[in-house]
């Protein structure tokens, strides 16, 4: 690494570095409408890192992704200490003073990331929201390290909008994979997602029903109360709001590529009142279905 930082000086077997030069950040990366959301200024791996020892005590200017794949280390973060084991990253936001390094006897492989932008911050408060003691843990997947992997070939190409583009894009897929794991892993294992993700197979399967929260939370063999919390802590949204955005969603489908009448889908919508129905779509869509329909009929 850089920026001050200690560490064996004749480096890893089989490490791997890149810096981004500062003059590529400076005339391209901050100032490009895609890059300057979040941009890698470093990347790197280090296997069996033995030694390995970093401290900075004012912090540095970008975030920093470490993720552990193998063996031991810490991490000391305002000075608290936190022990890292194997499928366990670590999120340490910019300007904040720490150290790291491997354990002795079990040194660590890590792939690690700096990185700056526009949006960077709030990603990085989003995982730590997400984390007990700065540092979650993950499955292991293959596809995320596909996607490091994917970055650092590209970077080691050179520097071309496109690519700078490209694996910065890439990059934000990576984020996603640490802040949405059961999504990237298609595991949602919890019972608790199970009942949601059911559910909504059951709204889709019955998008012209009228359905009441009872009849949702009978399904799910929950209270009213119990189960009205646990959909919206899941999906953000009411049981009741989320069944009326997939009714809009497939309206947009018919007024795109039907001649139906407003009357006629807001009847196979399970909604009677063709004009609650148009308030309802011009409230989730901030326009009028008759102009949705004028922006976007697919002639065929």
Known sequence: MKEKALRKREGFEGQRLIVLPRKIQNDFLVDDPITRQIYITDIGYYPKAQFHYVERPQGISQHIIIYCLNGHGWVEINKKKIEVAPSQFIAIPANTPHRYGS????????????????????????????????????????????????????????????????????????????????????????????????????????????????????????????????????????????????????????????????????????????????RMFSKLMDIPPTEYRKRNMVNG
Request: proline residues 2%.
């Open 103 to 278: 354990a002795t006897d079990d040194p660590w492989t890590i792939y690690w990331i700096h990185f700056k932008g526009q949006t960077a911050g709030y990603i990085v408060d989003l995982i730590l929201k997400n984390a007990k003691n700065y540092k979650p843990t993950l499955a292991y997947n293959a596809n995320r390290i596909k996607l490091f992997e994917e970055i650092y070939t590209n970077l080691e190409k050179g520097y071309s909008a496109d690519t700078l583009r490209y694996v910065n894009m890439t990059f934000s897929h990576f984020l996603s994979s640490l802040l949405y794991e059961d999504k990237f892993n298609n595991m949602d294992t919890a019972q608790e997602s199970h009942v949601v993700a059911h559910t909504i197979d059951l709204m889709q399967k019955r998008i012209g029903d009228v359905i009441s929260l009872n009849e949702f939370a009978s399904f799910a063999n929950l209270s009213v109360s119990h189960f009205s919390v646990l959909f919206r802590s899941k999906t953000g949204y009411s049981p009741i709001e989320y069944f009326n955005h997939l009714k809009i969603q497939k309206a947009c489908q018919y007024l795109t590529f039907t001649k139906m009448s407003i009357k006629e889908m807001a009847i196979m919508l399970g909604v009677e009142d063709q004009y609650y129905f148009s």
